[in-house]
Protein backbone atom coordinates (compact mmCIF):
# COMPACT_ATOMS: atom_id res chain seq x y z
CA UNK A 1 0.00 0.00 0.00
CA UNK A 2 1.55 3.53 -0.83
CA UNK A 3 0.92 6.30 1.41
CA UNK A 4 -0.26 9.90 -0.24
CA UNK A 5 1.92 12.85 0.47
CA UNK A 6 -1.25 14.26 2.28
CA UNK A 7 -1.00 11.57 4.70
CA UNK A 8 2.42 12.01 5.00
CA UNK A 9 1.89 15.99 5.60
CA UNK A 10 -0.51 14.76 8.18
CA UNK A 11 1.49 12.65 9.82
CA UNK A 12 4.31 15.33 10.52
CA UNK A 13 1.68 18.12 11.68
CA UNK A 14 0.07 15.55 14.17
CA UNK A 15 4.21 15.63 15.59
CA UNK A 16 5.00 19.23 15.51
CA UNK A 17 1.68 19.52 17.78
CA UNK A 18 2.48 16.85 19.66
CA UNK A 19 6.29 18.10 20.40
CA UNK A 20 4.86 21.41 20.96
CA UNK A 21 2.54 20.01 23.90
CA UNK A 22 5.26 18.50 25.31
CA UNK A 23 7.55 21.67 25.36
CA UNK A 24 5.01 23.86 26.79
CA UNK A 25 5.34 23.48 30.19
CA UNK A 26 9.26 24.50 29.10
CA UNK A 27 8.08 27.19 27.10
CA UNK A 28 6.06 28.89 29.54
CA UNK A 29 8.04 27.89 32.53
CA UNK A 30 4.52 26.15 33.91
CA UNK A 31 4.38 22.34 33.78
CA UNK A 32 0.90 21.34 32.27
CA UNK A 33 -1.24 20.28 35.20
CA UNK A 34 -4.31 19.50 34.70
CA UNK A 35 -5.65 17.91 37.73
CA UNK A 36 -5.16 20.89 39.94
CA UNK A 37 -7.79 22.66 41.63
CA UNK A 38 -8.57 25.69 43.22
CA UNK A 39 -9.40 23.61 46.69
CA UNK A 40 -6.25 21.16 45.82
CA UNK A 41 -3.53 24.68 45.69
CA UNK A 42 -5.54 25.88 48.63
CA UNK A 43 -4.10 22.66 50.79
CA UNK A 44 -1.05 23.10 49.40
CA UNK A 45 -0.63 26.81 50.16
CA UNK A 46 -1.87 25.80 54.15
CA UNK A 47 1.11 23.07 54.08
CA UNK A 48 3.61 26.10 53.22
CA UNK A 49 1.86 28.00 55.53
CA UNK A 50 -0.16 30.83 53.88
CA UNK A 51 -3.80 31.34 53.78
CA UNK A 52 -4.91 33.15 49.91
CA UNK A 53 -6.96 34.06 47.83
CA UNK A 54 -7.24 35.86 43.77
CA UNK A 55 -6.95 38.81 43.29
CA UNK A 56 -10.42 40.01 42.22
CA UNK A 57 -11.72 43.99 41.58
CA UNK A 58 -12.16 44.39 45.55
CA UNK A 59 -8.62 43.59 46.66
CA UNK A 60 -7.13 45.41 43.28
CA UNK A 61 -8.66 48.35 44.75
CA UNK A 62 -7.93 47.59 48.29
CA UNK A 63 -4.04 47.32 47.13
CA UNK A 64 -3.93 50.00 44.70
CA UNK A 65 -3.06 47.56 42.06
CA UNK A 66 -3.37 48.43 38.43
CA UNK A 67 -4.79 45.08 37.58
CA UNK A 68 -6.72 42.22 39.07
CA UNK A 69 -4.15 39.48 38.85
CA UNK A 70 -2.25 37.08 40.66
CA UNK A 71 -2.38 35.43 43.99
CA UNK A 72 -2.91 37.79 47.47
CA UNK A 73 -2.04 36.72 51.00
CA UNK A 74 -4.62 36.99 53.65
CA UNK A 75 -2.44 35.40 56.49
CA UNK A 76 0.49 33.54 57.42
CA UNK A 77 0.72 30.84 59.49
CA UNK A 78 3.19 30.99 62.74
CA UNK A 79 6.60 28.89 62.82
CA UNK A 80 5.79 27.74 58.98
CA UNK A 81 8.28 27.93 55.96
CA UNK A 82 6.21 31.10 54.84
CA UNK A 83 6.79 32.85 57.74
CA UNK A 84 10.26 31.61 58.22
CA UNK A 85 11.02 33.14 54.46
CA UNK A 86 9.24 36.68 55.27
CA UNK A 87 6.32 36.31 53.17
CA UNK A 88 4.09 39.25 54.63
CA UNK A 89 0.01 39.52 54.51
CA UNK A 90 -1.36 41.57 51.97
CA UNK A 91 1.96 40.41 49.62
CA UNK A 92 0.77 39.21 46.02
CA UNK A 93 2.82 36.07 45.32
CA UNK A 94 4.15 36.81 41.78
CA UNK A 95 6.58 33.95 40.93
CA UNK A 96 7.78 30.53 43.05
CA UNK A 97 10.73 29.46 41.44
CA UNK A 98 10.88 29.76 37.73
CA UNK A 99 6.99 29.54 37.84
CA UNK A 100 4.81 32.60 37.02
CA UNK A 101 1.53 33.05 39.32
CA UNK A 102 -1.54 34.46 38.05
CA UNK A 103 -3.94 32.28 39.33
CA UNK A 104 -4.83 29.88 42.57
CA UNK A 105 -4.32 26.68 40.41
CA UNK A 106 -0.68 28.28 38.88
CA UNK A 107 0.21 28.47 42.57
CA UNK A 108 -1.06 25.48 43.15
CA UNK A 109 1.08 23.48 40.24
CA UNK A 110 4.19 25.12 41.48
CA UNK A 111 3.89 24.49 44.92
CA UNK A 112 3.15 20.94 44.14
CA UNK A 113 6.30 20.94 42.23
CA UNK A 114 8.67 22.79 44.58
CA UNK A 115 7.54 21.94 48.16
CA UNK A 116 9.45 18.38 47.94
CA UNK A 117 12.63 20.39 47.15
CA UNK A 118 12.62 21.39 50.25
CA UNK A 119 14.65 24.96 49.07
CA UNK A 120 13.10 27.34 46.48
CA UNK A 121 12.49 30.71 46.13
CA UNK A 122 9.44 32.94 46.25
CA UNK A 123 9.25 36.30 44.51
CA UNK A 124 6.21 38.76 45.94
CA UNK A 125 5.01 42.38 45.59
CA UNK A 126 4.02 44.33 48.13
CA UNK A 127 2.16 47.54 47.86
CA UNK A 128 3.05 50.82 49.67
CA UNK A 129 1.87 51.68 52.68
CA UNK A 130 -0.27 54.40 52.73
CA UNK A 131 0.99 54.98 56.41
CA UNK A 132 4.49 55.18 55.23
CA UNK A 133 4.80 58.18 53.37
CA UNK A 134 7.34 57.91 51.01
CA UNK A 135 8.21 54.17 50.97
CA UNK A 136 6.83 52.49 47.44
CA UNK A 137 5.79 49.22 46.85
CA UNK A 138 8.34 46.25 45.42
CA UNK A 139 9.50 43.43 44.58
CA UNK A 140 10.99 41.24 47.46
CA UNK A 141 12.38 37.40 47.34
CA UNK A 142 12.30 35.20 50.01
CA UNK A 143 14.27 31.82 50.24
CA UNK A 144 12.27 28.83 51.40
CA UNK A 145 13.99 26.16 53.47
CA UNK A 146 11.88 23.65 54.81
CA UNK A 147 13.71 21.78 57.88
CA UNK A 148 12.70 18.39 58.54
CA UNK A 149 12.62 17.09 62.62
Known amino acids: MRSTGGTKLFLICCCLLFGLMVLQAEVFGQPANEN ?7 ILAEQFGIDVGEVDEEVKEILGL ?3 EGVVVYAVIG ?8 I ?23 LEQTLPTKNFTVATYEPADPDNQ ?6 NFHFVRILQD
Open 79 to 86: GSPAELSG
Open 88 to 110: KVKAIIKEVDKYEIHTLVDLGTA
Open 66 to 68: TKA
Open 36 to 42: MTDEKAL
Open 134 to 139: GVTGGL
